[in-house]
Nanobody, 125 residues
Framework: QVQLVESGGRSVQAGDSLRLSCAASGRTFSAYGMGWFRQAAGKEREFVAGISRLGITIVYADSVKGRFTISRDNAKNTVALQMNSLKPEDTAVYYC??????????????????WGQGTQVTVSS
């Protein structure tokens, strides 16, 4: 089992920056690929960013490419999502997730084994 706890979500203005963090506990953090997803009200959960076990492979959704940066610190068992130039359409509950499988695209929710409870990000225009 891996327990994931997100933090850092809050209300901001368009153009602001925000850094989300996800703390992991339980099994060896470095054994898991990590992802960030988000779910806006009334919409399906969507992929935001993913990072491999050692941070070698990083993927982003087109909608956040160039604005968001995912990173991880295996010594601290954390994964972060730095969000710059935020837009109202970035408003959503953001979730971090862990996947034990080394293969896959990182893009699909069914690739992931463990999920956090989410943190709300609200961007006002």
């Amino acid at each position: 089992q891996v327990q994931l706890v997100e933090s850092g979500g809050r209300s901001v203005q368009a153009g602001d920056s925000l850094r989300l963090s996800c703390a992991a506990s339980g099994r060896t953090f470095s054994a898991y690929g990590m992802g960030w997803f988000r779910q806006a009200a009334g919409k399906e959960r969507e992929f935001v960013a993913g990072i491999s076990r050692l941070g070698i492979t990083i993927v982003y959704a087109d909608s956040v490419k160039g604005r968001f940066t995912i990173s991880r610190d295996n010594a601290k068992n954390t994964v972060a999502l730095q969000m710059n130039s935020l837009k109202p359409e970035d408003t959503a509950v953001y979730y971090c997730a862990a996947k034990g499988r080394s293969y896959g695209s990182y893009l699909r929710t069914d690739e992931y084994d463990f999920w956090g409870q989410g943190t709300q990000v609200t961007v006002s225009s």
